[in-house]
C-alpha cells in the first residue's frame, strides 16, 4: 500500500470536497464548518449529491447517520440510495434534507428518563466538521443525536458545545492580549489506545471474556510482567500482521494512527495517533475500537478493550492528550524558550490548573465506569486522586511569580552518553510522570484517567468546560481592569496561590501522598462510580455545565442515571456469570478431580494395604473444603443479587453493588482461584492466564 496516495481515499474530506463542489458551495460549506453558520438547504443539496456520487463510485450502495449514543459505542441505520422510477427501475438519489436530519427509534437507547419507552421518535443531525467516510458499501456521515424535545441523547452534542463554550472564552483572552487575527480557537486530541490481544479460540472457552470482556476467575501464572520484557518487545509475527492491516484500514479512513508497540503487560499492545480536533479525534477513537475489534478476528484473535482484563497485570488506559490550537496554527499551551516572560502561555495554563483544582470531581466521574474503577491506582494507572504534574522548570517558574522573586533558567543541559560516536541532546525541561493524572508534557496536557474501553468524550467535554469556566472568570476581570499588565500580573500570580495544591510533582502510588492530599490539601478520593455520579449534580456542577450551555440541567439528571443503571447492569451480568461458570464447570471439574483422586488412593490401599497416603489424604481434604466454599460462596452471592433487586433507587442499588456484590465476587473467586492451582490440568475447565497471556505467538 502506497500510505500518501491511498490515506483517506475512503473519506469524503476537504480535498475531495474543493474538487467535487462548486466554489460557491464548497466556500459556503467552510463558513458552516469554521464560523458555525446555519447550512442553507440548497447547499446541502449539492453536498449530498455530489457526497452520494464519490460514495457509489466507490461501491456504496447505503449511507446511514453515525451517531454515538450513550451506550458508549457507535449506532447505524443503513438505507440505500435507491429510488424507483416510473418504469419500474431505480436511481440512486441522496438529497440534503437526508443528509442533515434523520430520523432514529430512540427508545430503545438510554435516555435516562427523558423520554419514555413508548416515545419513540428521536433525530439525527449532520456534524459537518467531521467528515463523512465509506465503512463496507455504506457512506457513514456523523451526527449528534437529540430527542423529540430536543435533549441531547448522545456525547458528541455536549462535546460540540463544550467545544463552543472554551471557543468563546478563549477568544475573549486573545483579544485582550492584542490578537485580532485569530478567528477561533479548537481543543485538539490524541488519544493512545491501549487494548490485549488473545488468541480466538481460548477467548471461546472463556464465559467470562464472551459476555463481560474480563476474566472473573483466574490464578496468578508462574510468570506474568515481573521481567518487564514485553514492553517495547520485539513485535511477534501474528500480532505484527494485525498491526500491519489495522493500519491500512485506519490510514484508509483518514485516521493518523503513528505508533505502534507492546506494552507492560503480556499480550498487551498500544496505538497511537497524531493530534486533531477533538470531535474527529472522538470519531477516530470510536473507528479505532471498532477496526481493532474487526481486524483482530481476521487473524484468529480477539481484541479485548476492558480496563481490567486481567488481575495481577497492568490494565488498559487511554491517555487523553489535550491542548489549545488557534485556526492560525499556534499551540496555546506551548511555553517558547522563556516561559517566563510568556504572559499569554501562562494565563492559559494556570487557567488550567485552576480547573482541574475546581473540578476535580467532574474530571474523574468523567471516566467512572465499573471497569475502570477496578483499573484505578493499580499496575501503572494513574490513582483516583487527581492533581496536576508540571515538572521541574515549570513549577519553579510559577514558584518565582507567587513570591515575586526572579526566575534563571539558565542553559540547558546536554545529555552526554559517554561514546563518541552517540549524539548529544539537550535535556527536556520536564521529566514524565507516569504516576500523574494529569501531566503536562511539554505542549499539552495528558490525562491518563480514561479508560480503554471509554468514549473520550465526556472526559474532553469536562475538560473544555471546566477550562472555559477559568478563562470566563479571567476574562470578566481583566475586560473590567483599568490597567491591563498589573491585573494580568495580579491575576497569575494570585491564581497560583489558590490553586497550587493542586500541583504535585512526585510518586503519586507513596501512601504519604495519598495522606497528604486528603488529610493536608483537601483533595478528593473518589474511589468507585458510586461515589463519583452525586458529584454530577451538586450545585456548582450543574451551574458550571447548565451557565455554558454544555448540558440542561434535565440532561445532566439523564446522565447520572444512565452512568449508575448501567454500572449495576456490569456487575449484575458479571455476577451471573460467574454463579453459572461456578456451577456448571469449576464445580464438576473440582468434584470430578477429587472423585478421581479418591478412587486412585483406594486402587492403591487395595494393591498396598499398609500404604500411607498422606499426600491423597491433604489433597482431598483441601479440595473438599474448597468444593463447600465455592458452593456456599456461590449461593451467598445469588442471594446477594436477589437482596439488592428489592432496592428501589438507583443510587441506592448501585452502592449495594458495590459494597455486597463485588465483595461477595471476590470471595467466590478466591475459594476458585486456589482450587484452579491444585487442580490437575486437564480437568479445570478454561485456558488458564498462563495460556490466555502468552498464547499468541
Given at each position: 500500500?502506497?500510505v500518501?496516495?491511498?490515506?483517506?481515499?475512503?473519506?469524503?474530506?476537504?480535498?475531495?470536497?474543493?474538487?467535487?463542489?462548486?466554489?460557491?458551495?464548497?466556500?459556503?460549506l467552510k463558513?458552516?464548518?469554521?464560523?458555525?453558520r446555519?447550512?442553507?438547504?440548497?447547499?446541502?443539496?449539492?453536498?449530498?449529491?455530489?457526497?452520494?456520487?464519490?460514495?457509489?463510485?466507490?461501491?456504496?450502495?447505503?449511507?446511514?447517520?453515525?451517531?454515538q449514543?450513550?451506550?458508549?459505542?457507535?449506532?447505524?441505520?443503513?438505507?440505500?440510495?435507491?429510488?424507483?422510477?416510473?418504469?419500474?427501475?431505480?436511481?440512486?438519489?441522496?438529497?440534503?434534507?437526508?443528509l442533515v436530519?434523520?430520523?432514529?427509534?430512540?427508545?430503545?437507547?438510554?435516555?435516562?428518563?427523558?423520554?419514555?419507552?413508548?416515545?419513540?421518535?428521536?433525530y439525527?443531525?449532520w456534524?459537518p466538521?467531521?467528515?463523512?467516510?465509506?465503512?463496507?458499501?455504506t457512506?457513514?456521515?456523523p451526527?449528534?443525536f437529540?430527542?423529540?424535545?430536543?435533549?441531547?441523547?448522545?456525547?458528541?452534542?455536549?462535546l460540540?458545545?463544550?467545544?463552543?463554550?472554551?471557543?468563546?472564552?478563549?477568544?475573549?483572552?486573545?483579544?485582550?492580549?492584542?490578537?485580532?487575527?485569530?478567528?477561533y480557537?479548537?481543543?485538539?486530541?490524541?488519544a493512545?489506545?491501549?487494548?490485549?490481544?488473545?488468541?480466538?479460540?481460548?477467548?471461546?472457552k472463556?464465559?467470562?471474556?464472551?459476555?463481560?470482556?474480563?476474566?472473573?476467575?483466574g490464578?496468578?501464572?508462574?510468570k506474568?510482567?515481573?521481567?518487564?520484557?514485553?514492553?517495547?518487545?520485539?513485535?511477534?509475527?501474528?500480532?505484527?500482521?494485525?498491526?500491519?492491516?489495522?493500519?491500512?484500514?485506519?490510514?484508509?479512513?483518514g485516521?493518523?494512527?503513528?505508533?505502534?508497540?507492546?506494552?507492560v503487560?503480556?499480550?498487551?499492545h498500544?496505538?497511537?495517533?497524531?493530534?486533531?480536533?477533538?470531535n474527529?479525534?472522538?470519531?477516530?477513537?470510536q473507528?479505532?475500537?471498532?477496526l481493532?475489534?474487526?481486524?483482530?478476528?481476521?487473524?484468529?484473535?480477539?481484541?479485548?478493550?476492558h480496563e481490567?482484563?486481567?488481575?495481577?497485570?497492568?490494565?488498559?488506559?487511554?491517555?487523553?492528550?489535550w491542548?489549545?490550537?488557534?485556526?492560525?496554527?499556534?499551540?496555546?499551551?506551548?511555553?517558547?524558550?522563556?516561559?517566563?516572560e510568556n504572559?499569554?502561555?501562562?494565563?492559559?495554563?494556570?487557567?488550567?490548573?485552576?480547573?482541574?483544582?475546581?473540578?476535580?470531581?467532574?474530571?474523574?466521574?468523567?471516566?467512572?465506569?465499573?471497569?475502570?474503577?477496578?483499573?484505578?491506582?493499580?499496575?501503572?494507572?494513574?490513582p483516583?486522586?487527581?492533581?496536576?504534574?508540571l515538572?521541574?522548570?515549570?513549577?519553579?517558574?510559577?514558584?518565582?511569580?507567587?513570591?515575586?522573586?526572579?526566575?534563571n533558567?539558565?542553559?540547558?543541559?546536554?545529555?552526554?552518553?559517554?561514546?563518541?560516536?552517540?549524539?548529544?541532546?539537550?535535556?527536556?525541561?520536564?521529566?514524565r510522570?507516569?504516576?500523574?493524572p494529569?501531566?503536562?508534557?511539554?505542549?499539552?496536557?495528558?490525562?491518563?484517567?480514561?479508560?480503554?474501553?471509554?468514549?473520550?468524550?465526556?472526559?474532553?467535554?469536562?475538560?473544555?468546560t471546566?477550562?472555559a469556566?477559568?478563562?470566563?472568570?479571567?476574562?470578566?476581570?481583566l475586560e473590567?481592569?483599568?490597567d491591563?499588565?498589573?491585573?494580568?500580573?495580579?491575576?497569575?500570580?494570585?491564581?497560583?496561590?489558590?490553586?497550587?495544591?493542586?500541583?504535585?510533582?512526585?510518586?503519586?502510588?507513596?501512601?504519604?501522598?495519598?495522606?497528604?492530599?486528603?488529610?493536608?490539601?483537601?483533595?478528593?478520593?473518589?474511589?468507585?462510580?458510586?461515589?463519583?455520579m452525586p458529584?454530577?449534580?451538586?450545585?456548582?456542577?450543574?451551574?458550571?455545565?447548565?451557565?455554558?450551555?454544555v448540558?440542561?440541567?434535565?440532561?445532566l439528571?439523564?446522565r447520572?442515571?444512565?452512568?449508575?443503571?448501567?454500572y449495576?447492569?456490569?456487575?449484575?451480568?458479571?455476577?451471573?456469570?460467574?454463579?453459572?461458570?461456578?456451577?456448571?464447570?469449576?464445580?464438576?471439574?473440582?468434584e470430578?478431580?477429587?472423585?478421581?483422586?479418591?478412587?486412585?488412593?483406594?486402587?492403591k490401599?487395595?494393591?498396598?494395604?499398609?500404604?500411607?497416603l498422606?499426600?491423597?489424604?491433604?489433597?482431598?481434604q483441601?479440595l473438599?473444603?474448597?468444593?463447600?466454599?465455592?458452593?456456599?460462596?456461590?449461593?451467598?452471592?445469588?442471594a446477594?443479587?436477589?437482596?439488592?433487586?428489592?432496592?428501589?433507587?438507583?443510587?441506592?442499588?448501585?452502592?449495594?453493588?458495590?459494597?455486597?456484590?463485588?465483595?461477595?465476587?471476590?470471595?467466590?473467586?478466591a475459594a476458585?482461584?486456589?482450587?484452579?492451582?491444585?487442580?490437575?490440568?486437564?480437568?479445570?475447565?478454561?485456558?488458564?492466564?498462563?495460556?490466555?497471556?502468552?498464547?499468541?505467538r
Amino acid at each position: 500500500m502506497k500510505v500518501p496516495e491511498h490515506f483517506g481515499e475512503l473519506v469524503f474530506d476537504d480535498t475531495t470536497m474543493r474538487s467535487r463542489l462548486p466554489r460557491e458551495t464548497y466556500e459556503a460549506l467552510k463558513r458552516t464548518i469554521n464560523q458555525g453558520r446555519s447550512l442553507d438547504i440548497n447547499v446541502a443539496n449539492v453536498v449530498a449529491n455530489a457526497m452520494k456520487n464519490w460514495a457509489v463510485e466507490r461501491g456504496a450502495t447505503h449511507y446511514t447517520h453515525w451517531f454515538q449514543p450513550m451506550t458508549g459505542i457507535t449506532a447505524e441505520k443503513h438505507n440505500s440510495f435507491i429510488s424507483p422510477t416510473p418504469d419500474g427501475r431505480v436511481i440512486m438519489e441522496f438529497s440534503g434534507s437526508e443528509l442533515v436530519r434523520g430520523e432514529s427509534d430512540a427508545s430503545s437507547f438510554p435516555s435516562g428518563g427523558l423520554r419514555a419507552t413508548f416515545e419513540a421518535r428521536g433525530y439525527t443531525a449532520w456534524d459537518p466538521t467531521s467528515y463523512a467516510f465509506i465503512k463496507g458499501r455504506t457512506l457513514c456521515i456523523p451526527t449528534a443525536f437529540c430527542s423529540y424535545g430536543g435533549h441531547a441523547l448522545d456525547k458528541k452534542t455536549p462535546l460540540l458545545r463544550s467545544m463552543e463554550a472554551i471557543n468563546r472564552q478563549a477568544l475573549r483572552i486573545l483579544r485582550l492580549f492584542g490578537n485580532t487575527n485569530v478567528s477561533y480557537v479548537r481543543t485538539c486530541v490524541g488519544a493512545e489506545q491501549e487494548y490485549f490481544l488473545i488468541d480466538k479460540a481460548m477467548f471461546d472457552k472463556r464465559p467470562d471474556l464472551k459476555f463481560c470482556g474480563r476474566t472473573l476467575f483466574g490464578a496468578k501464572p508462574p510468570k506474568g510482567q515481573e521481567l518487564e520484557d514485553h514492553y517495547y518487545g520485539p513485535i511477534k509475527p501474528r500480532v505484527a500482521a494485525f498491526m500491519e492491516e489495522l493500519n491500512d484500514e485506519l490510514w484508509k479512513v483518514g485516521i493518523l494512527a503513528k505508533t505502534q508497540h507492546n506494552e507492560v503487560a503480556p499480550s498487551q499492545h498500544e496505538l497511537a495517533p497524531i493530534f486533531t480536533t477533538t470531535n474527529i479525534a472522538t470519531d477516530h477513537n470510536q473507528l479505532i475500537m471498532e477496526l481493532m475489534k474487526q481486524v483482530a478476528s481476521k487473524h484468529g484473535m480477539v481484541c479485548l478493550l476492558h480496563e481490567k482484563p486481567f488481575a495481577g497485570v497492568n490494565g488498559s488506559g487511554k491517555h487523553n492528550n489535550w491542548s489549545l490550537a488557534t485556526d492560525t496554527g499556534i499551540n496555546l499551551l506551548t511555553p517558547g524558550d522563556t516561559p517566563y516572560e510568556n504572559a499569554q502561555f501562562l494565563l492559559f495554563l494556570v487557567a488550567v490548573i485552576q480547573a482541574v483544582d475546581d473540578y476535580q470531581d467532574l474530571l474523574r466521574l468523567s471516566v467512572a465506569t465499573a471497569g475502570n474503577d477496578l483499573r484505578l491506582g493499580a499496575n501503572e494507572a494513574p490513582p483516583n486522586i487527581i492533581s496536576v504534574f508540571l515538572g521541574e522548570e515549570l513549577s519553579a517558574v510559577l514558584d518565582a511569580i507567587e513570591h515575586n522573586k526572579p526566575y534563571n533558567s539558565g542553559k540547558k543541559e546536554v545529555i552526554k552518553l559517554g561514546v563518541h560516536v552517540l549524539p548529544k541532546f539537550p535535556k527536556d525541561t520536564t521529566d514524565r510522570n507516569r504516576t500523574s493524572p494529569f501531566a503536562f508534557t511539554g505542549n499539552k496536557f495528558e490525562f491518563r484517567m480514561v479508560g480503554a474501553s471509554n468514549s473520550i468524550a465526556c472526559a474532553n467535554i469536562m475538560i473544555n468546560t471546566a477550562v472555559a469556566e477559568s478563562l470566563r472568570q479571567y476574562a470578566d476581570y481583566l475586560e473590567a481592569a483599568p490597567d491591563f499588565i498589573p491585573a494580568l500580573q495580579e491575576l497569575i500570580r494570585s491564581t497560583i496561590i489558590k490553586h497550587k495544591r493542586i500541583i504535585f510533582n512526585g510518586n503519586n502510588y507513596d501512601p504519604a501522598w495519598q495522606s497528604e492530599a486528603v488529610g493536608v490539601r483537601g483533595l478528593l478520593n473518589l474511589k468507585t462510580t458510586p461515589d463519583c455520579m452525586p458529584c454530577l449534580l451538586s450545585k456548582k456542577n450543574v451551574e458550571l455545565l447548565v451557565s455554558h450551555r454544555v448540558y440542561s440541567e434535565p440532561e445532566l439528571r439523564s446522565r447520572c442515571e444512565i452512568i449508575l443503571e448501567n454500572y449495576c447492569k456490569v456487575i449484575n451480568i458479571e455476577a451471573l456469570t460467574m454463579i453459572e461458570m461456578a456451577r456448571k464447570q469449576i464445580l464438576p471439574a473440582v468434584e470430578g478431580y477429587c472423585a478421581d483422586l479418591a478412587n486412585a488412593a483406594a486402587l492403591k490401599r487395595a494393591i498396598v494395604p499398609d500404604i500411607e497416603l498422606s499426600y491423597e489424604k491433604g489433597l482431598i481434604q483441601r479440595l473438599t473444603r474448597l468444593i463447600n466454599e465455592i458452593s456456599e460462596r456461590t449461593d451467598a452471592l445469588e442471594a446477594a443479587l436477589c437482596e439488592i433487586r428489592k432496592i428501589e433507587t438507583v443510587e441506592k442499588q448501585s452502592c449495594a453493588c458495590r459494597d455486597l456484590i463485588l465483595t461477595k465476587m471476590n470471595e467466590l473467586r478466591a475459594a476458585a482461584d486456589e482450587a484452579e492451582t491444585i487442580v490437575a490440568g486437564g480437568y479445570w475447565p478454561y485456558p488458564t492466564y498462563g495460556e490466555l497471556l502468552f498464547g499468541v505467538r
